[in-house]
């Protein structure tokens, strides 16, 4: 559901590794667009894509994500429904969560469909990552941190993780998307102040074991 650069990042990403991608906008030229540009098997509107596969994708904005969710409630009912949203605002201070010290966009999400198994994911890297192929670190596949509750659905983004080449990466249940989504916001509020926030997490050699 998006017809913008996460869709299309994503959804190319996943249509070349071999899933069948819709891609619903409400520009449905837009849509036709895009689903040429990628080779997905089919275009229309947003509730087409609710309605379609496995798993439906929310690449909108955070602030119109829950109200998406709660139009097309009936048909993401019991479908796995992935929230890559950012909740992000410039601030006086650096990049601020719109969200605050409330409840995660994915929580929000949830609420506003309580049927769909919601699953926070891809979040983390910049658009541009996502259709190349993978970077990896010290030889190891850069990995996706999710949060998922229902079992079925954390299984399927796995799936599409490993099918692009990164590496999924549990980070609890849904609860803690909070978490994701403020890490998203140091991040991105170290990367437009010049640094490199990857340089912050060295490992000690034992944290794998
Ligand atoms: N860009 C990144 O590097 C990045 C990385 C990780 C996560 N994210 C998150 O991923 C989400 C999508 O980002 P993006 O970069 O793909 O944004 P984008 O290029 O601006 O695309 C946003 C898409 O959402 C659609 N949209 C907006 N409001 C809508 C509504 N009420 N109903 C239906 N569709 C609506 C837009 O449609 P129109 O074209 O008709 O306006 C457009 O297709 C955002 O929440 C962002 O924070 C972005």
Redesign the pocket.
């Known amino acids: ?7 299309a990042a994503l959804g190319g990403a996943w249509a070349r590794a071999g899933h069948e991608v819709f891609v619903g ?3 449905t030229a ?1 849509a036709a667009a895009l689903a040429g540009r990628i080779g997905a098997a089919g275009h229309g509107t ?1 509730a087409g894509a609710a309605a379609y596969g496995e798993v439906a994708l929310l ?4 602030g ?2 829950p ?2 969710a709660r139009e097309h409630a009936a048909a993401l009912a019991g479908r796995t429904v992935v929230d ?3 909740a ?1 605002a410039p601030g006086p201070g650096g990049v601020m969560l719109t969200t605050g010290a409330g409840e995660s966009v994915a929580g929000l999400i949830a609420a506003a469909a309580p049927g769909a198994h919601v699953v926070k994911a ?2 983390l ?3 541009s990552m996502w259709d190349r192929l993978p970077v990896t670190q010290d030889g190891a596949a850069p990995a996706v941190p999710f949060c998922a509750d229902d079992p079925v659905a954390a299984g399927r983004v796995e799936e599409l993780i490993t099918g692009m080449g990164w590496s999924p990466m549990p980070a609890g249940g849904l609860d803690r998307a909070g978490y994701v989504e403020a890490t998203a916001a140091f991040v991105i509020g170290v990367w437009w102040a010049g640094g490199s926030p990857r340089l912050a997490f060295p490992e000690p050699p034992a944290a794998a074991a």
Do not use: I, K, Q
């Open positions: 559901m998006g017809t913008g650069g996460m869709a906008g409400r520009d837009a947003p690449a909108v904005p955070a119109a994500a109200e998406l890559c949203t950012n992000l891809f979040n890297a910049h658009v």
